[in-house]
């Protein structure tokens, strides 16, 4: 038997299907795939199994703190990988013209939000924290991507802070990120504070709600714990302001998330 390769010649034509108005029979190829994806999402969001194996996976990762191996253009950004895709969507979706994130760190989210803002032509962050260390606040001014942003240092519950807040984010979409000090009560008092500004459509996004699934005493060293972190501060605001839903196709998309209960969409705006 012969195994010579075939010439150009011998290789039978490929049938490509084309894809002209004439062919297409009013059949709209990404609408279909989008479906496919909301059924993939609805099976991610029944299947407890699969939700029990991400949260045994995510705890089994701390100790290797998972999360402060990663930078965006440079800087530490302390974030799962799984968490900015969905922020990326969230931004994609909403646009918003300004994101305010309290907590800054080593400013990598700010960074990888103002770039998102860059490749979109639209946007701007304004970053708060308590303590904008001077090496982090120089390596963010010196960032390309600092044209983006802003920087306001203090308390993110400081009544001055949220009403320098307030005045720059008027008139504006707003996106907001709360991810500083992770007590009930701060948390609860940013969520008061800074809820306000989303409108309608937009989100606030609540990190480390994974805190409370987390078991008890695993931050020995912070004042926060199961009963006292975001996810409990989000279940108290959600009681009283049905104007806000969580979003769980999102969390259940992307699977693995430190921000449990904590994508909280906006379904009415603000009076």
Same mark, same amino acid.
């Given at each position: 038997?012969?195994?010579?390769?075939?010439?150009?010649?011998?290789?039978?034509?490929?049938?490509?299907?084309?894809?002209?108005?004439?062919?297409?029979?009013?059949?709209?190829?990404?609408?279909?795939?989008?479906?496919?994806?909301?059924?993939?999402?609805?099976?991610?969001?029944?299947?407890?199994?699969?939700?029990?194996?991400?949260?045994?996976?995510?705890?089994?990762?701390?100790?290797?703190?998972?999360? @402060?191996?990663?930078?965006?253009?440079?800087?530490?950004?302390?974030?799962?990988?799984?968490?900015?895709?969905?922020?990326?969507?969230?931004?994609?979706?909403?646009?918003?013209?300004?994101?305010?994130?309290?907590?800054?760190?080593?400013?990598?989210?700010?960074?990888? @939000?103002?770039?998102?803002?860059?490749?979109?032509?639209?946007? %701007?962050?304004?970053?708060?924290?308590?303590?904008?260390?001077?090496?982090?606040?120089?390596?963010? %001014?010196?960032?390309?991507?600092?044209?983006?942003?802003?920087?306001?240092?203090?308390?993110?519950?400081?009544?001055?802070?949220?009403?320098?807040?307030? %005045?720059?984010?008027?008139?504006?979409?707003?996106?907001? *990120?709360?991810?500083?000090?992770?007590?009930?009560?701060?948390?609860?008092?940013?969520?008061?504070?800074?809820?306000?500004?989303?409108?309608?459509?937009?989100?606030? *996004?609540?990190?480390?709600?994974?805190?409370?699934?987390?078991?008890?005493?695993?931050?020995?060293?912070?004042?926060?714990?199961?009963?006292?972190?975001?996810?409990?501060?989000?279940?108290?605001?959600?009681?009283?302001?049905?104007?806000?839903?969580?979003?769980?196709?999102?969390?259940?998309?992307?699977?693995?998330? *430190?921000?449990?209960?904590?994508?909280?969409?906006?379904?009415?705006?603000?009076?």
């Amino acid at each position: 038997m012969s195994h010579r390769a075939a010439s150009l010649s011998e290789v039978p034509p490929v049938c490509i299907p084309r894809h002209d108005a004439a062919m297409s029979n009013d059949k709209d190829p990404l609408a279909d795939f989008q479906q496919e994806v909301a059924r993939n999402i609805d099976g991610l969001r029944q299947d407890e199994h699969l939700r029990q194996l991400s949260s045994q996976w995510l705890e089994a990762s701390l100790p290797h703190r998972y999360s @402060y191996n990663f930078s965006w253009m440079g800087r530490p950004i302390i974030q799962y990988p799984q968490d900015m895709i969905a922020m990326q969507q969230i931004l994609w979706q909403v646009r918003p013209d300004l994101i305010v994130e309290t907590g800054i760190a080593h400013g990598g989210s700010l960074i990888f @939000y103002a770039s998102l803002c860059e490749l979109m032509g639209h946007g %701007e962050v304004l970053g708060i924290d308590i303590d904008i260390r001077a090496h982090n606040r120089a390596a963010i %001014e010196a960032h390309p991507m600092f044209r983006r942003i802003g920087l306001l240092q203090g308390s993110s519950v400081d009544p001055m802070v949220v009403a320098q807040v307030h %005045e720059r984010a008027r008139g504006k979409n707003v996106l907001v *990120v709360l991810d500083s000090n992770h007590t009930h009560e701060h948390v609860l008092a940013e969520l008061d504070a800074y809820t306000p500004l989303v409108g309608a459509g937009s989100y606030c *996004v609540v990190f480390d709600t994974v805190i409370e699934d987390l078991p008890a005493g695993r931050y020995p060293e912070r004042p926060w714990d199961v009963g006292n972190n975001p996810k409990t501060a989000v279940a108290q605001f959600l009681a009283t302001h049905p104007e806000f839903e969580v979003d769980t196709a999102l969390e259940a998309q992307i699977a693995i998330t *430190v921000a449990t209960g904590g994508y909280l969409r906006r379904r009415s705006g603000p009076a």
